[in-house]
């Protein structure tokens, strides 16, 4: 169990997605305008992590491996997610209509957004099992959520603040992703 | 010919995919901490949309529109297994630094951006000049972050164990932050600023 809970927070903390492992980038200066689709954008692609670690763990050690196919996995995975994404993305529709106004939009640009092939990935390299496998993913998806949020938060105040010119919009996004990245470098030692 | 030229040069400057449409960062920044994993990276890159432009283009007739996506999706990580075992069986030291960068080239929108947006509209002379432009664009991006990085991060630069020169005074006490993740934010987004700055690329 405490192995399970030092993955989380390995995932979610030290090695962010976003600032240490630099997956996800897209999102995470595209929709971190404001909190409200920050947050939605977070929730979906902790799902979609989620589902995927779920469906490609057991699909490369049950399917992949045995086949001694083990060189296929990014074309395999990668029809996976685009598959599941769709699912999820029908099924959110069916059943509540609310979270599918709120997710919506986001979810096909999640099967091209590397932080859920990553994880499928990492979870692989880092031989993880498969309760490993989601807790890494739980990790993962829950310190995508902080970061984009905390940076959301940021730039809404940012609007406001007499940023110079040459600096405004994507340059001082950058510098902030920085300067985040500093400041969770600090968990460093927390989880070994 | 002129068109073919004007294609070439698009990506490099004009829609620069990295500084000027932002487009496939995550292999940007998080292999640009040395000069050798800039050119390999640059190589993967080019190998796979100069071949992912020519096959959509040679097929863009046939392929249907309502399931492009999925297959320019099977087409790029086919091509990407192909590198990825590639520089696994000749350039192990290079594979292992690039690690799961390589397989994730798949979800670089770069390429999936130019299959969906230029050679399955155009014909294949004009998808080849897109996709070297694009792979230029991107790799003098990477090789100018890579090479901010190294210099300040060692002191020193370095190409495949050659060393060029060192400066004095900083290769004895390296800055290595900006050989670390942030260090590679901070340089992307000093180097935006100076572009807009020097005129290069347009204020918002």
């Known amino acids: 169990m405490s192995e399970l809970v030092a993955i989380f927070f390995g995932m979610a903390l030290v090695n962010n997605m976003v600032l240490v492992k630099f997956l996800g980038l897209c999102p995470f200066f595209g929709v971190s305008k404001n909190l409200s689709s920050a947050f939605s954008m977070g929730v979906a692609v902790l799902l979609v992590m989620l589902v995927a670690s779920a469906v490609t763990w057991p699909l490369f050690h049950i399917l992949l491996v045995p086949s001694g196919v083990e060189f296929m996995r990014t074309v395999i995975f990668i029809l996976v997610i685009a598959s599941l994404v769709q699912i999820i993305e029908m099924a959110i529709k069916r059943t509540n209509l609310t979270l599918y106004n709120a997710l919506g939009i986001y979810l096909p640009l999640i099967t091209t957004n590397c932080a859920v092939l990553g994880i499928t990935f990492i979870n692989i390299d880092n031989e993880y099992s498969f309760l490993g496998s989601i807790a890494a993913a739980l990790g993962a998806g829950a310190g995508f959520t902080l970061v984009l949020v905390i940076m959301s938060g940021i730039r809404e105040r940012l609007d406001l603040a007499d940023t110079p010119k040459v600096f405004r919009g994507a340059p001082i996004a950058f510098i902030i992703a920085g300067l985040l990245g500093l400041a969770f470098l600090a968990f460093g030692g927390m989880v070994g | ?204």
Do not use: H
């Open chain 2, 1 to 204: 010919m002129s068109s073919f030229v004007k294609n070439l040069t698009n990506g490099i400057v004009r829609s620069n995919p990295t500084f000027i449409l932002l487009l496939g960062l995550c292999p940007t920044l998080a292999v640009s901490t040395s000069l050798d994993n800039a050119v390999g990276m640059t190589g993967a890159v080019l190998f796979v949309l100069l071949t992912a432009n020519v096959i959509v283009s040679l097929l863009r007739r046939w392929i249907p529109n309502r399931v492009r996506i999925p297959t320019f999706i099977v087409i790029i990580a086919t091509l990407v297994t192909i590198v990825d075992l590639a520089l696994q069986g000749f350039a192990w030291s290079l594979s292992q630094s690039l690690g799961m960068y390589i397989p994730l080239i798949v979800v670089n929108c770069i390429i999936l951006g130019r299959a969906e947006a230029f050679a399955s509209r155009n014909n294949v002379r004009q998808s080849v000049a897109d996709a070297i432009g694009m792979s230029i664009g991107f790799g003098v991006a990477i090789l100018l972050i890579s090479l901010v990085r190294q210099l300040l991060g060692t002191g020193s630069l370095e190409v495949f164990s050659i060393r060029l020169f060192s400066v004095p005074g900083l290769a004895d006490n390296p800055a290595s932050i900006f050989l670390l993740p942030m260090g590679a934010f901070f340089v992307i987004g000093i180097l935006l600023a100076l572009f807009r700055w020097m005129g290069v690329s347009e204020c918002e």
